[in-house]
DNA sequence: CAACATGTGTTAAATAATAATACAACTGAA
DNA sequence: TTCAGTTGTATTATTATTTAACACATGTTG
């Protein structure tokens, strides 16, 4: 029993330097992005915290009124559903603020957005995913695919092939291998060989352009924040929408703008540290 | 001590169903935030973290090292120095998807950046604060001025006046009761009567033009987002800087679309649901 | 209205978190 | 280079804190 409580959950912290409460407390939270992703609901009912967190009645009990006195939860008395609170969004300015990269980045994501009035996302690797950490909107879109945080698999979008494209071969091998490749639209590209020949053809080129890979009518086009050792660690991304722009347009005005903004900032990144 | 474990922190979570170890895990994250404001780190060595926390030291030993294991810090084994890891950026995300009030407002702020070129944001209320919600940035400016998540205290921002503006009595004196009252800027206002004034102006005029109060050169333009019953729980925001904009341009071009975002906004809110 | 599901509160039991300690690794001054 | 001081790491016995089971209350649905 003494290790099945770590089992449960996720990992082996089997030393003693390892707080499971806290693990405990982080799996409450999460349960309320898988319950938006998978059910669709905004709160959810204690059992429902029960069920998508893995714990039991009595702890999901115990962690929900834990994170509602620290106002990291909020519950609805009528309804008796919890949901996110406003507390939650501290982390993300702890985040950033302390980001050196997100500092230099800022400004000069804002001046692209404004060059030709389009959205502009700054991204960082996560494992088999991409993150937006920085998103400066111009486009309505989809709700989810306009907020900061949003997940998307590496293999199958522009910021994440370029960004292995400046990655040596093993741990390109390596992120294809654990992810899960899925199609996420009728065009995504999903068969290893291609998707090696795309990181291949965007570490050729410096930039990518990717089309309707996963969302339709969507095209892509991202190029790679690098260090000084020419390791991407971030990659700046453009969408833009299908009968409006066609791929002509965006070789002549966006790829120049990608591939400038993200050279301005991995050159700022290394020069001034 | 069973009761004084609870007491160094913050809260009196005196019953069984509050887990201080979570508490703890926070407190730790929340040292990053405290560190980068008061001494201006970006990482933070094991001591500093203790310091700031009021942890001890093995405590915090546990507690950072969980939260590199959860991925919400990141160690340079080099310096032995933690940071916010990516893992923070979730939890915006999680609050953001499952808020309607985020996801009404998203295109009407894009659309409301775009008329005038210039930053729109939404800002809800928390305490003596309000907190950007969702910035969308047009104009360079600071680099926390620009992050979401940013807190300010509500008696001197437009946001936070509009927003008392259209609550009850009661609450207002007792937010005014509660803040600190210092000078933002040498311009700020302070004194308590000349803030129910200002709070008085805003609701008979349904906006608040504020200026120089938080931030030099700055003026804040702002309008309530309001339930059914006319009681505001956020702001439409946009800010402008001095010498290119005057009061003059802001009355004609900037009111009215705060105005009519915010509305708009509190209008679908009460009649989707 | 009954049967069921879900939420709430309390408890004894013992696991998992604690704080003290000792050791190691840096740091910088002499 | 050495030495003192500081900071980080690892280990441990102790027990306070978390636990899970239970019983009760409340709400929900056929």
Same mark, same amino acid.
């Given at each position: ?188 590209? +999903? %068969?290893? !060989?291609?998707?090696?020949?795309? =990181? $291949?053809? &965007? #570490? ?6 990717? *089309? ?37 347009? +965006? %070789?002549? !005005?966006?790829?120049?703008?990608? =591939? $400038?903004? &993200? #050279? ?6 290394? *020069?001034?540290?």
């Amino acid at each position: 029993m003494a290790v099945a409580r770590h089992e449960t959950i996720a990992h082996a912290g089997p030393n003693t330097l390892f707080v499971g409460s806290v693990e405990k407390g982080f799996a409450v939270l999460h349960a309320f992005r898988t319950g938006q992703r998978e059910l669709g609901l905004r709160d959810l009912s204690l059992s429902q915290i029960s069920e998508l967190s893995g714990l039991d009645k009595s702890a999901s009990q115990r962690f929900t009124n834990t994170l509602v006195q620290l106002g990291y939860l909020e519950k609805d008395e009528r309804t008796r559903r919890y949901r996110p609170a406003l507390g939650l969004i501290d982390f993300y300015y702890t985040y950033l603020v302390s980001s050196r990269l997100a500092e230099i980045a800022m400004p000069r994501l804002i001046e692209a957005s404004k060059t030709h009035g389009t959205t502009v996302n700054l991204c960082e690797p996560d494992g088999t995913d991409i993150i937006y950490t920085i998103r400066v909107p111009h486009q309505k879109a989809f709700f989810r695919a306009t907020i900061p945080g949003r997940r998307m698999p590496a293999f199958c979008t522009a910021p994440g092939l370029v960004i292995l494209a400046n990655r040596n071969k093993q741990e390109v091998e390596t992120i294809i291998e654990n992810s899960k490749l899925v199609q996420m639209t009728e065009w995504t590209v +999903i %068969e290893p !060989k291609a998707i090696r020949k795309r =990181i $291949e053809q &965007a #570490r050729r080129d410096g930039y990518i352009i990717s *089309s309707q890979q996963s969302m339709a009518h969507e095209i892509s086009t991202a190029a790679p924040v690098v260090d000084s050792d020419g390791r991407a660690f971030a990659a700046v991304q453009i969408p833009v929408y299908m009968p409006e722009w066609t791929t002509d347009m +965006i %070789e002549e !005005k966006i790829v120049p703008l990608v =591939i $400038e903004t &993200a #050279r301005a900032i991995s050159g700022s990144y290394f *020069s001034e540290s």
